[in-house]
């Protein structure tokens, strides 16, 4: 585990890469909270904040999903705030950060992956955009409003555990690579 520990720091001791991981991680949590609803338009213009439902934050409105305690309003925007919600779509923003970020890493190093090509350390790119996807691509069937979206909403609530489960097994079996790759291992 020491020598997986040891590449985490290493990305995050090189600011590129953890410009790149918060810049996906930020993108990735508001497109989630957009396409879930929590984030919307039609604002007023100007600042409000209020959280008059604090006891609500458990309550679950469906699969993953929680009730909102609070409203906050900038500009054109309103966020109704769950902070389950939020904490949920960071946490898998910041393993799908971690997931491109060490893709990256090894696609500027093709001999770790055993192909030899300089494309093929994309490879290890795929398993963070299938599993980021997972929880989004559903949601923007259904927000475009194409006929697709009724079969998959069936198993919509399956694919936000199935996604958490490949970016971690994606982010590990990248570290893997990374640690070999580094001597570390």
């Known amino acids: 585990m020491r020598p997986l520990a040891r ?10 890469m953890v410009l790149a991981m918060s810049g996906v991680m930020l993108l990735y949590t508001l ?8 984030i919307a338009g039609g604002g007023a213009g100007g600042w409000h904040t209020t959280f008059p439902a604090w006891e609500r934050v458990f309550q ?3 699969p993953f999903q929680f009730e909102p305690v ?3 309003s900038l500009g054109a925007l309103v966020w109704t705030f769950s902070p389950i919600n939020t904490l949920m779509a960071a946490g898998m923003g910041l393993l799908v950060g971690l997931n491109v970020v060490a893709g990256w890493w090894l696609w500027r190093s ?4 055993g192909l030899g090509g300089s494309s093929t350390g994309l490879l290890a790119l795929v398993p963070a955009f299938l599993a980021g996807g997972a ?3 559903p949601l923007i069937l259904i927000w475009l409003g194409l006929p697709i979206a009724g079969a998959l909403a ?3 609530p399956l694919l936000v555990p199935v996604a958490l489960l490949l970016l971690v097994v994606g982010l590990w079996f990248s570290l893997q690579r990374l640690a070999r790759e580094s001597g570390l291992s």
């Not at 590449?7 to 590129?16: A, C, D, E, F, V």
């Not at 497109?31 to 929590?38: A, I, V």
């Open 70 to 72: 609070g409203l906050i």
């Open 154 to 156: 069936g198993v919509t």
């Open 135 to 137: 929880c989004c691509a």
């Open 7 to 16: 590449i985490i720091l290493k990305m995050l001791s090189r600011p590129t």
């Open 60 to 62: 679950s409105r469906g």
């Open 31 to 38: 497109l989630y909270l957009w396409l879930t609803g929590d």
């Open 110 to 113: 093709p001999r770790q992956c």
